[in-house]
């Protein structure tokens, strides 16, 4: 099994998709799925525009910090940090770790539980057991065969497709209250809705992709301390291979929620199931509504989706947190090589699983790790897009006339859902 594993991630058109596949998985973690399941359950049909409209928005964002991690040869903390006072940048940076350990705990809370689901036992130890082995790989596997196994975690997403063709879905339905949502503007639409963009367009996902496509440059190089060289491509081949793989990770994202807002809604809130908190809570929920065949599927994406999230949480963290004070930083570097960085990276896992340890309620803490990412998710998309446009920055390749808007109207949303999320607090 290892062997081909091993095979089928050196295939030429797996390695073609990259930090786009990776990233955009990661946006359906199991604090994610927990959120689309409270839309659907609460709403049914009528929020699925919401993840249809984000999905340009969060392709212009993600592709421009992924030219900037490529052209720039720089992750986007050092970026920020050339253009912001050192105050602001340790802010936002301190503010990024806060957030990205509290999602960790709640992502490994709901993992455990959702073990606890499948198999009995004790949710607690299933927390520590994933929290060390999330830590374990990301220390001690070579960062070319991490990634490819972080690929072929993305494939657990696709049990939420399949627990749509479990159950009977009204597809006529689905497309009138796509097209034609029927909502009041109140302030139970409002904290959803606000809480479906902060979840789509998270901060942790800027880091992680800009990061990792200056790993891949790195590599093509043959800079790395620890990757092989690969054949040169020209940047021209490079950025649009960026734009490929980050339409189709963001559609493979922003498709996963769709389906599992559709699966919420045509189980828990058909059944006046309307508040749902955990995604394990969905999960149980749905056993005695879709079967025992939906039960397993869910429970099993939770693990999947949570085994890819706790790394690119941890990972961007680490990246944040070493390029601000200028250490070595590389999932591609021996321990020994990257001391601080993987300190950040244990501290920020090993946090989160101790976390569950407390009398911290899961539910507030993934409110507030929200809350921060909606605040800083702003300064720094704005940043992104001042630097993206910048020939001092990006020579030839500055992002072009129709990205610059999307993504420009992307940090004006995110703007707004900050505004709406503090007026209706």
């Known amino acids: 099994m290892v062997k081909l594993i091993r095979d089928l991630t050196a295939h030429p058109g797996i390695k073609q998709l990259g930090p786009g596949l990776v990233t955009g998985a990661a946006d359906d973690d199991p604090s994610g799925i927990a959120t689309y399941s409270q839309a659907g359950a609460q709403f049914g049909f009528n929020l699925l525009w919401t993840v249809v409209f984000t999905y340009p928005l969060m392709v212009a964002i993600q592709m421009t910090s992924a030219r900037l991690g490529y052209i720039t040869g720089r992750g986007l903390a050092a970026n920020v940090k050339a253009v912001f006072p050192r105050s602001v940048l340790y802010g936002i940076v301190a503010l990024l770790l806060v957030a990205n350990t509290i999602n960790i705990a709640a992502d490994i809370a709901?993992?455990?539980?959702?073990l606890?689901?499948?198999?009995?036992?004790?949710?607690?130890?299933?927390?520590?057991?994933?929290?060390?082995?999330?830590?374990?790989?990301?220390?001690?596997?070579?960062?070319?065969?991490?990634?490819?196994?972080l690929k072929w975690l993305t494939l657990a997403l696709l049990s939420y497709v399949a627990v749509v063709f479990t159950v009977h879905v009204p597809w006529a339905e689905v497309t009138r209250r796509l097209l034609f949502p029927a909502l009041r503007l109140d302030h139970a639409t409002i904290v959803i809705v606000v809480a479906v963009f902060g979840t789509t367009?998270?901060?942790y996902l800027f880091f992680w992709q800009a990061a990792q496509e200056m790993e891949d440059a790195r590599s093509s190089s043959g800079n790395g301390a620890a990757a092989p060289a690969r054949p040169e491509r020209t940047p021209r081949e490079h950025l649009r291979r960026i734009r490929w793989d980050t339409y189709l990770g963001m559609g493979f994202s922003n498709l996963v929620a769709f389906f599992i807002i559709v699966s919420a809604a045509v189980t828990l809130h058909r059944a006046g199931i309307t508040d749902i908190q955990t995604s394990a809570q969905a999960a149980e929920a749905l056993r005695p509504l879709g079967g025992p065949?939906?039960?397993?599927?869910?429970?099993?994406?939770?693990?999947?989706?949570g085994m890819l999230a706790v790394p690119v949480l941890a990972g961007s963290a680490a990246y944040a947190v070493s390029e601000s004070f200028e250490w070595k930083t590389g999932l591609d570097m021996r321990l020994h090589e990257a001391r601080e960085f993987y300190a950040i990276l244990a501290l920020a896992t090993v946090g989160g699983v101790l976390l569950n340890f407390t009398r911290l309620d899961p539910i507030r803490a993934l409110l507030w790790s929200a809350d921060i990412n909606c605040v800083i998710a702003v300064p720094i998309m704005a940043v992104m897009m001042r630097l993206g446009a910048d020939p001092r920055i990006m020579g030839r390749f500055t992002i072009r006339s129709r990205l610059r808007r999307l993504g420009w109207a992307a940090t004006v949303l995110m703007g707004l859902t900050v505004a709406a999320m503090v007026a209706t607090m």
């Not at 689901?117 to 990301?138: D, R």
């Open 110 to 114: 709901a993992m455990g539980e959702a």
């Open 116 to 149: 606890r689901l499948l198999a009995g036992g004790s949710a607690l130890l299933y927390s520590v057991i994933v929290g060390v082995l999330c830590l374990t790989l990301q220390v001690f596997l070579r960062y070319e065969r991490y990634v490819g196994y």
């Open 201 to 203: 367009i998270s901060p």
């Open 293 to 305: 065949a939906a039960f397993i599927l869910f429970s099993l994406g939770i693990v999947g989706t």
